[in-house]
């Protein structure tokens, strides 16, 4: 007796189970890309800041980069980028930070650089925050004034901020004592600063600044009143004691 063989028709592949749930699956992935980036309910309402330059510095970057979303769509936006381009394009601004006002809603903060000191060399003259960055071209005598022939830059360290912290240090010493700095000349091998009462103090920068103000306070009482008058400089480089030299 022949035995007769059965036949399994397939089913047709969209009917099958797998088939529908991978349409589902990639159906559900594009709706959730085009919602969390595309749609407008995550749509930027504004990127503001209290400073104009700033304001007007990010309605063009939202112009230019309107096709890639960077500042128009919240799950895009690249802050850190954006961080980055606002302090290389304004050396006055110290620090920038993302302040969340509302969800679709934010607002960037920021702390500007203040001026310490007005550095000169014989073509410019800059102002120089409390780390030695120059960050504004200007002449401003209401700081103190600082002469060197250094080349400078904006957003480039001119100084290192232990030299300014060091100049401080006198700056304040001086005024405790009742002298006052005009004028700080920065040499390569010395720190010349010129006071009110017509003389020099030659520090070296490279040693101790308070050990060299101690020797200045000594030997300045030591120097009778009348002869004060006619110093030259004091030099407070080498040995332990201050070394004075009057006019001819």
């Known amino acids: 007796m022949t035995r007769r063989k059965t036949f399994r028709i397939k089913k047709p592949f969209y009917k099958k189970q797998n088939f529908w749930f991978l349409i589902f699956l990639i159906s559900f992935l594009s709706f959730l890309v085009w919602f969390l980036f595309f749609s407008q309910f995550f749509l930027l309402e504004s990127l503001i800041s209290s400073e104009k330059e700033i304001e007007n510095f990010l309605k063009e970057k939202a112009k230019e980069n309107f096709a890639k979303k960077e500042l128009n769509f919240l799950f895009l936006l690249n802050w850190e980028k954006i961080k980055k381009e606002i302090l290389e394009k304004f050396p006055e601004i110290k620090e920038a930070k993302l302040k969340i006002l509302d969800f679709k809603k934010f607002e960037i903060d ?84 010129l006071v009110d009462k017509g003389y020099l103090v030659i520090f070296d920068p490279d040693k101790d600044i308070f050990f060299q103000l101690k020797k200045f306070e000594i030997g300045i009482k030591n120097i009778p009143q009348e002869k004060i008058e006619k110093l030259e400089y004091i030099d407070l480089r080498f040995s332990n004691y201050a070394i004075p030299k009057l006019k001819n």
């Open 110 to 193: 920021v702390e500007k650089r203040k001026g310490f000191l007005n550095f000169c060399n014989s073509q410019k003259c800059f102002v120089l925050d409390e780390k030695g960055i120059a960050f504004r071209e200007e002449k401003n005598e209401s700081l103190l004034q600082i002469e060197s022939e250094k080349e400078v830059s904006l957003k480039n360290e001119v100084f290192p901020e232990k030299l300014i912290q060091g100049i401080f240090q006198i700056k304040n010493n001086f005024e405790k004592m009742g002298i006052k700095i005009e004028k700080v000349k920065i040499l390569e091998d010395r720190l010349e600063i």
